[in-house]
């Protein structure tokens, strides 16, 4: 019991320090918390209202991801994503895309992004599905997907997978021509 | 200790005389103990204890602190006014929630229990609860991913089922309503929950085949190859349905489920992190296709009562889960940006009198009304069409058919033949939603 008890005793003061100091808790200390994103549309409907429910025939989509408007703090992160990896720091690009990713999950571009990331990183495996993510994100965008079945080219070359690879970059050309 | 000469001698007699209260828990000083735990469980797994324990480890952890908040609230509020209504003992109803991020498995809040100061037994980790329909989906999936067999149109039998195992035992299903509905579509089936027909659409699959499914949503524990596992008789944790659902949720992506992003030396050296990964699990067509027939599950079926409070606009897919005599009451739903996993129950596994629509749903919609979630929608187009259907026949329909529904279909698996209903007059097409936005 003392074990226990001596590991309590150091373990949950520094969690606790981490968690209440910087809520949500995966945002650096030193930045200031950032905005919550942006919410996409104007008006947002009361959140009670009576049970009236339309035919599920009737149900209207919501615009797609890729044309919401960007939160200014998924560019910011984007930026220092690009900026990190530019200065050969890969792991924090990719940190910093996750992050980006946590406040607009469904947006296809910084999928691919931390696919390229992790693809530079040697990952190939992941890279690919990565890009395989973002092209699930992005229904009609052939400009997007075409880049991401070229970055599953290179992830397959980089793994010796040749015919794998020249499938993907056929896709990637289909995709360009439309 | 005293002998180390860190306490005195009358402080370890004291110490002695207490009980060791192993099992009852304590008020832990610290917030949030049960996602605390949960952050602990992670570390684990990559750092020895002598790691955690010393001094200045900075932990970057998932947490939302306002959906942590918004679950524990919810939690405490309806179990009281559950046990007020039903007249029930006090405090024997239990409750357990997880929160993840749909895209990213990002654990958001987490609640081990109904008192969320308690320390102690963490019922969304350990709690090892029976399923029931909240596995259904799984059977489902299994049958869409054979498209020139099933599609969410195709008409599931739901007349009375007698199985006989080759040991003779019989297993007979009855619906919850102990009604049988005839022929069934089968986005209708999963709606209202119908066992007979799941089960005999099981039975037609093969065990091998849904549990082979199960096992590339994520589930990994040992399932038992009995045919009352197509309706749920299984256990599993809370967080291990979460990771069911959030491979449902995120479109066919395993992706696992972190707490932690990275740690950090106390003096800010990056020591480890937890990067996001996924894996692609089920194709994108079939989550959707499946994903679609929980959200008629939420919009006309058993957890319609989502839009008593949630607006009517915000699309959601889910399921309800009940199980035997009412001892089990489940939702998992999730929108486009979170999934949330609720059970309710007893401890002592007694009945208590819900389903999962009159338990855990009232709980999540809770939680999920404090949000400004966008909706769960299709986000696939490229190799899918939608139809209109008649859902007494399950064929094409036109605007002579009242009831006619909207579909998604697999290019190429939609039925070619006219319902009866349909006398030529013709429906708005069947938009493409998409496409129509790229227009």
């Given amino acids: 019991m003392s074990v226990l008890r001596f590991r309590a005793g150091l373990l949950w003061p520094a969690l606790l320090l981490l968690l209440q100091g910087c809520a949500p808790a995966y945002y650096s200390p030193r930045e200031p918390r950032l905005p919550p994103p942006v919410v996409e549309q104007g008006t947002q409907p009361p959140v009670t209202q009576p049970a009236q429910v339309p035919p599920a025939s009737v149900i209207t989509p919501e615009p797609l991801p890729a044309q919401r408007p960007q939160s200014p703090a998924v560019v910011a992160l984007l930026d220092t994503a690009e900026r990190q990896a530019n200065s050969g720091d890969l792991e924090s690009a990719a940190a910093s895309l996750e992050r980006a990713i946590g406040i607009d999950g469904r947006n296809p571009v910084l999928w691919y992004h931390l696919a390229t990331v992790r693809l530079a990183q040697g990952n190939a495996k992941e890279a690919e599905q990565l890009a395989r993510k973002s092209t699930s994100l992005a229904p009609g965008n052939s400009v997007q997907q075409a880049r991401n079945w070229e970055l599953i080219a290179r992830a397959r070359q980089a793994q010796d997978d040749i015919r794998g690879a020249a499938a993907a970059e056929q896709r990637a050309r289909d995709l360009a021509g439309r | ?439």
């Fill in chain 2, 1 to 439: 200790m005293a002998r180390m000469k860190l306490i005195d001698e009358q402080e370890a007699t004291r110490a002695k005389s207490q009980q060791l209260n192993i099992g009852t828990g304590r008020k832990a000083i610290n917030t949030f103990p049960a996602f605390l735990d949960l952050v602990r469980r992670q570390l684990q797994t990559d750092y020895r204890d002598e790691d955690i324990t010393s001094e200045g480890l900075r932990i970057f952890s998932t947490l939302d602190p306002q959906v942590q908040w918004a679950l524990e609230r919810s939690l405490q509020k309806r179990l009281n006014e559950i046990e007020t209504e039903h007249g029930s003992a006090r405090g024997k109803l239990e409750g357990a929630g997880v929160v993840t991020s749909v895209q990213g498995g990002e654990v958001l809040a987490l609640a081990g229990g109904r008192d969320p100061g308690f320390a102690g037994f963490n019922r969304a980790l350990d709690a090892s609860r029976q399923v029931g329909s909240l596995l259904k989906p799984a059977v489902y999936l299994t049958a869409l991913e054979h498209p020139d067999r099933y599609t969410l149109a195709t008409l599931l039998d739901d007349s009375p089922l007698t199985w006989k195992a080759r040991n003779g035992t019989v297993w007979a299903p009855q619906n919850y309503d102990r009604q049988n509905h005839g022929m069934v579509p089968m986005y209708l089936a999963l709606a209202h929950s119908y066992n007979v027909s799941t089960a005999r659409l099981g039975l037609d699959l093969g065990l091998d085949a849904v549990i082979h499914t199960l096992r590339r949503l994520g589930v990994e524990r040992k399932l038992n190859p009995y045919p009352s596992l197509l309706l749920g008789a299984t256990e599993m944790t809370p967080f291990e349905v979460t990771r069911m659902y959030e491979t449902y949720a995120s479109g066919g992506f395993v992706t696992p489920l972190r707490a932690i992003t990275a740690v950090l030396s106390a003096d800010n050296e990056p020591l480890q992190r937890y990067p996001l990964n996924v894996h692609a699990a089920i194709k994108p067509e079939y989550a959707q296709l499946i994903n679609t027939a929980m959200m008629y599950v939420v919009r006309i079926g058993t957890g319609q009562a989502i839009y008593r409070v949630l607006p009517a606009n915000r699309n959601v897919a889910g399921k309800t889960g009940t199980t035997d005599d009412l001892r089990d009451s489940w939702f998992a739903g999730f929108t486009g940006d979170r999934l949330g996993v609720v059970w309710v129950g007893r401890d002592d596994n007694k009945p208590t009198g819900l389903t999962g629509a009159t338990g855990a749903l009232k709980v999540w919609r809770d939680v999920f009304a404090s949000f400004q979630d966008s909706s769960w929608m299709q986000t696939v187009t490229e190799g899918m069409e939608n139809h209109w259907i008649d859902p007494a026949t399950g064929l094409l329909a036109d605007s002579s058919c009242p009831d006619a529904v909207q579909l998604p279909f697999i290019t190429g698996s939609a039925p070619v033949q006219y319902a009866p209903c349909a006398s030529g007059a013709t429906l708005p097409p069947a938009v493409d939603w998409f496409k129509e936005l790229f227009r």
